[in-house]
């Protein structure tokens, strides 16, 4: 397991942006720089679902259909951290969101991840 900490969850009206951080510390940062990461995120009573994925070189971006051309994942490897930008957020966006470290360095899908993080709540009024 990968310790991850994310933040910059929170509450913010619809139409609204926030960003997400994850950052990896002490021996485990190796780990995260050369694998991909990404985002998933689950909603009460539903799956988790995949949100975006990076690879270990900052390329490949993959996002989930509901939002596309509204959520930019992006990461700094010298920061060892990886960052989800927000926009344009609808209430149905409302989820606990999971970093989520890959064991690949190519991309990272569910069966992929090696480690996640402990979650952030995301909840966006409408």
């Known amino acids: 397991q990968v310790p991850l900490v994310e933040s910059g969850g929170g509450l913010v009206q619809a139409g609204g942006s926030l960003r997400l951080s994850c950052a990896a510390s002490g021996r485990y940062v190796r780990t995260v720089s050369n694998n991909a990461m990404g985002w998933f995120r689950q909603a009460p009573g539903k799956e988790r679902e995949f949100v975006a994925g990076?690879?270990?070189?900052?390329?490949?971006?993959q996002y989930g259909d509901s939002v596309k051309g509204r959520f930019t994942i992006s990461r700094d490897n010298a920061k060892n951290t990886v960052y989800l930008q927000m926009s344009s957020l609808e209430p149905e966006d409302t989820a606990v969101y999971y970093c989520?470290?890959?064991?690949?360095?190519?991309?990272?899908?569910?069966?992929?991840?090696?480690?996640w993080g402990q979650g952030t709540q995301v909840t966006v009024s409408s």
């Open positions: 990076i690879d270990w070189k900052g390329g490949n971006e």
């Open positions: 989520a470290v890959g064991r690949l360095s190519s991309a990272v899908v569910r069966s992929t991840v090696q480690s």
